[in-house]
């Protein structure tokens, strides 16, 4: 009697099972089997960052808005404009203020009702980056010296989870203040200024600044975070990666390739030269990202031509 064959089908199945229960049982030997092979788990180079898109204008009542994607972590950015006074200590400039929220929606790990533990660290190195990199230049955020400025409140959404968050973060941070168009506004008969919205308030309303404008920024902050294991670097990792590896380095490089920020976290001491080839790497995803955005400008353009 012939002996009894199990179809394809079954086999593939079987091994596709086997696979993962291996990958959740063993993450770490799942991982170094790939590594091994100068591959990762989802089937990148150990180099190479995942796809990114950048669509501006992606919330109509923001002043400034960007949609970013990074393989599947995906981030929301908008910037919404208030009047305030200025501080006596700077009277002729502005402020910015930075929220990044995790909601229960973008990871299994964040639990309704409590607020993801890496939010106020995210939101308080974004902040930081954004203003040690003089990107933004608070004395344009002024519209009556000593009485009135432009307070921006920049709020970052994760809308899903798959690791390099702070990266993602940035350069959904970076398209919303390229989006950014600064409004008309006029002063009420109460002293309080207001803005304006269209072309006939033009003609209504006396106005402090004549026509809308956008921010002129300085030098652009971008980063590329690395995960560090045994001997290898791996670029842009993936929440799975994060989830496995203990050691990473986020490099943070400006638009003439200086430093910005570096930051390693967990692991032991990782040697100067691994070091600068994160940097390096970071360079090369700077370029990269810097023709995403400019892209996503041209994109933008078309559509308010068309």
């Not at 959740?24 to 591959?39: I, K």
């Not at 203003?131 to 920049?154: E, F, H, P, Q, V």
């Not at 001997?231 to 203990?246: K, M, Q, R, V």
């Not at 040697?271 to 400008?297: F, G, N």
């Amino acid at each position: 009697m012939a002996a009894e064959t199990k179809p394809a089908a079954a086999i593939g199945v079987a091994g596709e099972m086997e696979v993962e229960a291996y990958r959740r049982l063993f993450p770490v030997a799942f991982l170094e089997r790939h590594l091994g092979e100068s591959v990762r788990i989802d089937a990148r180079r150990l180099r190479e960052a995942r796809t990114t898109t950048v669509a501006l204008g992606a919330v109509s009542s923001a002043h400034g808005s960007a949609l970013v994607r990074v393989g599947d972590t995906a981030m929301l950015a908008s910037v919404k404009l208030e009047v305030m006074s200025p501080s006596a200590e700077y009277p002729d400039e502005g402020s910015v203020s930075v929220e990044f929220h995790m909601p229960p929606i973008c990871s299994p790990l964040v639990r309704p009702g409590r607020s993801a533990e890496v939010a106020p660290v995210i939101s308080k190195a974004l902040e930081d980056v954004l203003m040690s990199s003089r990107m933004l230049n608070l004395k344009d955020l002024c519209l009556i010296t000593g009485k009135a400025s432009w307070l921006a409140y920049l709020d970052i959404y994760c809308l899903n989870a798959d690791g390099s968050l702070f990266d993602a973060a940035l350069i959904s941070a970076v398209a919303a203040f390229t989006h950014l168009e600064i409004p008309l506004v006029s002063v009420g008969d109460d002293g309080k200024l207001f803005t304006v919205g269209g072309n006939d308030g033009k003609n209504k309303f006396e106005l402090v600044n004549r026509e809308k404008r956008k921010l002129t920024l300085g030098d652009i902050p971008l980063s590329l975070t690395c995960a560090l294991h045994k001997g290898s670097i791996l670029t842009d990792p993936t929440s799975e990666e994060e989830s496995i590896i203990e050691t990473y380095v986020t490099v943070v490089v400006d638009s003439s390739d200086r430093l910005v920020s570096l930051q390693k976290v967990g692991g032991t001491v990782t040697s100067m030269a691994t070091i600068k080839e994160c940097i390096s790497l970071a360079k090369e995803r700077r370029l990269r990202l810097r023709e995403i955005l400019i892209d996503s400008v041209k994109a933008m353009e078309v559509d308010h031509t068309e």
